[in-house]
């Protein structure tokens, strides 16, 4: 895509601003990264004028709470990587993708990953696809479901190292998601705000009883701003009962509780 204006800010500015800002993360982008991001950038430009891609319109904005918020987990994820078995490719799925985050961003900085990209929503899944050929990504792919359809069936159960998500649902409905497509072992790595005291509380025995445990909270400043990100790993210990997850729509309906 040509040199142009993105509102009142030249491409030069948007650069500086990922490059900053990424490196407040510890993240040193290359050139090649810092294009894809502007690139990805600009298409979310474009395709605001007909679809609702992200209710952000100014690219700073675009850029703090989307692109570097996904880029948050940066760490946490290149240290699983590094401790997976060596000649092995880490799987990862973005559970509710929407516009791409936090999974394109990471496969931006992370590109041996392969990702899976779940959106339900038609819109935004063309606009998924598009981003990836545009981008020119490799080993990513867009899967149209929904978590409670693909967690039942084989290709997908207990299939992932990392399962990501990001700005879907309170921690329990987020854990019926996610932790049914968690390998033992692998991670669940929830995307949380200030409330998620609250979240865990009501939720710690519910993450038990579908495999899983707490193993950390990581708190991260989103630069350019008072907000904190807090990444929630919660380790798979073991597999999730098959009666889990619920059917379509349920597990936001009635979420999960046990004494």
Request: hydrophobic residues 40%.
């Amino acid at each position: 895509m040509e040199k142009e204006k993105i509102y009142a800010y030249s491409e030069e500015d948007l650069r500086r601003y990922i490059d900053l800002g990424a490196l407040s993360l510890g993240l040193n982008l290359t050139e090649d990264e810092i294009n894809k991001f502007i690139v990805y950038l600009k298409m979310i430009n474009l395709y605001q004028k007909k679809v609702n891609i992200t209710s952000l319109k100014n690219p700073l904005d675009i850029i703090n709470k989307h692109f570097l918020d996904s880029l948050s987990a940066v760490n946490i994820v290149s240290n699983l990587f590094k401790n997976y078995s060596k000649g092995k490719r880490m799987k990862i799925i973005d559970v509710g993708s929407g516009a791409g985050f936090p999974g394109i961003p990471i496969k931006i900085v992370l590109s041996d990953v392969r990702m899976i990209l779940l959106e339900a929503r038609e819109n935004k899944t063309l606009f998924l696809n598009e981003v990836i050929d545009q981008l020119r990504l490799t080993d990513i792919r867009v899967e149209q479901d929904r978590a409670e359809n693909i967690g039942k069936v084989v290709e997908f159960r207990e299939e992932y190292h990392i399962v990501l998500s990001r700005a879907v649902a309170t921690l329990e409905v987020l854990s019926e998601y996610c932790l049914p497509l968690c390998q033992v072992n692998g991670v669940m790595l929830a995307f949380k705000g200030s409330s998620y005291p609250e979240e865990l509380s009501a939720s710690t025995k519910v993450i038990e009883r579908l495999g899983g445990i707490l193993e950390s909270i990581n708190t991260v400043r989103i630069p350019y701003s008072n907000h904190f990100r807090y990444l929630l790993v919660i380790r798979k210990r073991k597999s999730t009962p098959e009666d889990y997850p619920r059917k379509n729509g349920v597990p936001l309906k009635r979420p999960l509780y046990f004494e």
